[in-house]
């Protein structure tokens, strides 16, 4: 272990003289332990205080997941453990999140801003509507984890050790090297590649202030209706309908793919589907008998978990790099 408090200084700007990162994930991308690795590295390689902690879901894989790091100085305690709503450092994992979340609420002009996407970063500022003022930093980190087969999360933090160049890469590719070697010896040296693909392969962006999309302030979200103005009774106009719930903001960018001639109907898949895209119909055989077949796979519901390509016995379905983000 290594301290370096000297070199260590926090670009802080608020008035509790923390820095603040927010992470915006899907399950399964690994933000929480890229949250505590970046953490890790603060407190035991930096010397500063830190906390990281995430928000999840019903259910881990494939539902939207949000990782918060706070870092201080030596000297200085952290008592808040409430969500980070004013980042300095905004990451986000998969641009899909812009259908369902409000990535740029509580950035400012000030901050940075991390995409992983294999866009332009003009056209991402347009996407994510992101204001004048922030530096943008664009990595194909998706595309750089499927060639060196590991998860996007290293890769991600190879690009965070060059946004916040506070956090020495060397120190952060050491935290690297000690959560892999305990469980997964075989991942740190694809894992470090990621990492100095993730530091080197970046597009930066400073943002122009030009005033085409304005600052977004944080606010919570208040319902319309509470105990002093609920109708008594009443009809339910748009009851909740689940034809309408469109799933493509879960993928974590592959989808299960079908090959028809591999594929021998066992129903595998369809029983392993969580949420029961794959679609058979029933047809005649051959030999003149009534069957069910493999139709099709309903993309709009589908999370991207991938159980079904894992469950099938005959490769008949395979992960595909999903590319309309
Ligand atoms: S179709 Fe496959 S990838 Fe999509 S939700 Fe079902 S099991 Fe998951
Ligand atoms: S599990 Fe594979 S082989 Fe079986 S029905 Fe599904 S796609 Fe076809």
Redesign the pocket.
Known sequence: MTTDTKKTQLPSRNEFGTYEIRMESIGGQGANLASKILADTAILELGLNGISFASYGSEKK?TPVRAYIRLAAADKEIRINSPVIEPDLEVIFSLVLVKSLPLMMGVNPGAKVIVNTAKSPEEVRDIVKIPGGVTLYCVDALGIAVEEKVRLNTTILGTMARAADFIDKDHLENSIRRNFEKKYPALVEPNIKGFRRGYDEVKIYEVPDDGKYPLVPFHSFQPKLGWKNAPIGGVILNPGNSVLND?SASRSGF??VWNAEKCINCGE?DT???????IFERRTDDKGKERQFFSH???K?????????E?CPKQA?TAERETGE
């Not at 519901?301 to 390509?309: A, E, N, P, S």
């Open positions: 494939g799933l989808i299960p898949c392993t589907c969580p949420d029961q895209c794959i796979i309903d993309i519901h589908c999370k991207g978990c991938l159980r079904c390509v469950s379905l």
